[in-house]
């Protein structure tokens, strides 16, 4: 049974960093696209980050390029999300992702319990 646990959320001023770690146990399989997405309450949950398995290819919503970078560590079993310039609009809960397939075109498989970034101006 996969579990993904997310780590490295806090509070942070505006313009600062914080770096996001999803690590997956109960599978040493690694073949699968990874994402990140987050969430605000009463609204949808949005698009981040995704990276192909190979950690070659990704993907990254129109709010966050250039200033998140998205990357994974297959032997560590643990996928990034390196967030720099922060702005309050940042604030949500952020969970990662695994896709069914290696590419993140496809279904998500499973989701994380999240964590939570707030970000102050």
């Known amino acids: 049974q996969v579990q993904l646990v997310e780590s490295g959320g806090g509070l942070v001023q505006a313009g600062g960093s914080l770096r996001l770690s999803c690590t997956a146990s109960g599978r040493t399989e690694s073949r699968h696209a990874m994402g990140w997405y987050r969430q605000n309450p009463g609204t949808e949950r949005q698009f981040v980050a995704a990276i192909d398995w190979t950690g070659r290819s990704t993907d990254y919503g129109d709010s966050v390029k250039g200033r998140f970078t998205i990357s994974r560590d297959n032997a560590k079993n643990t996928v990034y999300l390196q967030m720099n310039s922060l702005k309050p609009e940042d604030t949500a809960v952020y969970y990662c992702?695994?896709?069914?397939?290696?590419?993140?075109?496809?279904?998500?498989?499973?989701w994380g319990q999240g964590t939570q970034v707030t970000v102050s101006s």
């Open positions: 992702a695994e896709y069914y397939s290696g590419s993140h075109y496809g279904p998500i498989d499973f």
